[in-house]
């Protein structure tokens, strides 16, 4: 069918005629328009109508009919890469003398994107508001957004991305500068800016090579809590950026990046250490840790523009533009918070099989904002399996020989050097039962010039052999090691040396773990991003 502008039906008819339960060929209840810049969306009870508003700003264009409905097609295609269970369908808007229809008879006025429509209480935004945005799903987010970036193509960038990320970035900053009534936070926007101009000329090369390196993927490009639901049980993402490809022609470091930030800026730090360490488990994108901190920053800058542009522009009353401006600046003070780092430090986590030191090393990390690697994850990646896969796919390679085992802790050693690099603790979790690898480990920590601690975890035999069978028959964890490999183990581990004693400290698993003592006896200060006043 042609389509043609239809002049005289102004968008706030079509507001009004979709608000209206004659406009739609099914059955609707209590039919409800959310709005924002650029569209409306219209909740009829079990179906969500996406229509976009005729605007045009300056980074989208939706004025003609003809981008309208490119955009509602891309909208859907985009979309139904993780959710085509909710976006359904693109429909028409019809007109026949004075009445719209959805899907109806008639010269088309306007497309919407159709979906299926869930229950705002399932957005993540509403769940984190109400404490009830458990680690189960946490960790669901982490693999959602880990198989999706790993699903991704490499991309060539529109533009040299070194100059647009530099442009994002550095006019986001101006824009925010260019606003008027902001006399108040100017001393601090001056630091924030230096210290972006010099975290940026550090990171070029590291851009570079990110580019190089394939990490440069057709995106989300804005997923924040209330872009992502649990639908049914299911973590679900949706409503990516559909209207300019620059915003999502991105790092996927950057992608996740604005997950993590929403987090903290919630007070959810906890949270967001255990989405950030899954993530990388899953992905194995180590590297990525450089630019993340820059990319938080970033990204929470763009957050306080949009809460102070409200609250310049606010209609409500002072309370409501003094509440807008109060959260600009928690984002401001998030922002800065970015560019305070402790120095990094070394953990080498060592035990027998089943004596917990991965229990701890998880619980460790996700308090204290380290990074933790782990030997059975990492041995298997080297062979290109999952973590959960079985070794035995490998039919004619021992992935525990002993040289394979030389090259795990080889790969173990690299990925330290990257964390601790980008800033970062790192907890090596694997059993270091023998004196030369924890050697090695000790020389690295001096070469790197972090403090190194030993990290014993320890238990009662049968306590060990319940706990390895209990593993085993859960199916759910990278390690392989059965009550044969225990035995070995037994036999074979090293005393530790009187230097490494210097570095020892002894855990009894079996026993309650005072996490805020060990954390503060490692010297690895929790997160101070837990502690902030939003």
Known sequence: MTLKENKSLVSSRIKDFLCSANAYSHDTHNIQCLETHISWIFLTGEFAYKVKKPVTLGFVDFSTLTLRKHFCEEELRLNRRFAPKIYLEVVTINQVNDVLTVNGNGPIVDFAVKMRQFSQAALLS?????????????????????????????????????ESVKHSVFSNLEEIQELEYLARESDQLRRIESNTHTQFSKLIPILKERQKGGFIRDCHGDLHLGNIANIGGEVTLFDCIEFNEEFRYIDIICDIAFTLMDLDFRQRTTQANRL??????????????????????????????????????????????????????????????????SLPVMILMSGLSGSGKSTIAAQLAYHSGAIRIRSDVERKRLYNLSALDSSSKMTHIDIYSEAA??????????????????????????????????????????????????????????????????????????????????????????????????????????????????????????????????
């Open 276 to 341: 950030l360490n899954q993530y990388l488990e899953l992905t194995g994108d180590y590297n990525g840790l450089h630019l993340l901190r820059f990319y938080q920053i970033y990204l929470a800058l763009v957050r306080a523009k949009v809460h102070l542009i409200q609250a310049n522009q606010s209609q409500s009353p002072p309370s409501s533009r003094s509440e807008l401006y109060h959260k600009f600046k928690s984002y401001l003070d998030l922002a800065e918070s970015y560019f305070d780092s």
């Open 126 to 162: 509403n769940l984190c508001n109400q404490n009830r945005l458990s680690d189960d799903i946490i960790d669901q987010m982490a693999e959602k957004i880990a198989h999706f970036h790993l699903s991704l193509n490499a991309i060539e960038p529109l533009s040299d991305s070194i």
């Open 405 to 534: 085992t030389e090259d795990t802790f080889a790969h173990l050693q690299t990925l330290v050097t990257a964390i601790v690099h980008a800033g970062y603790s790192c907890i090596v979790d694997a059993t270091f039962i023998r004196q030369p690898q924890r050697d090695d480990f000790i020389q690295l920590a001096n070469k790197l010039e972090c403090p190194i601690h030993i990290l014993y975890c320890y238990a009662e035999q049968a306590t060990l052999e319940r706990r390895i069978r209990q593993r085993a028959l859960s199916q759910r964890d990278a390690s392989e090691a059965d009550i044969s490999v225990l035995y070995s183990q037994i036999q074979s581990q090293d005393p530790f040396t009187q230097e490494e004693r210097q570095h020892l400290h002894q855990i009894d698993s079996e026993k309650e773990l005072d996490l805020p003592h060990l954390i503060n006896l490692l010297g690895m200060e929790q997160d101070p991003k837990q502690h902030m006043e939003r």
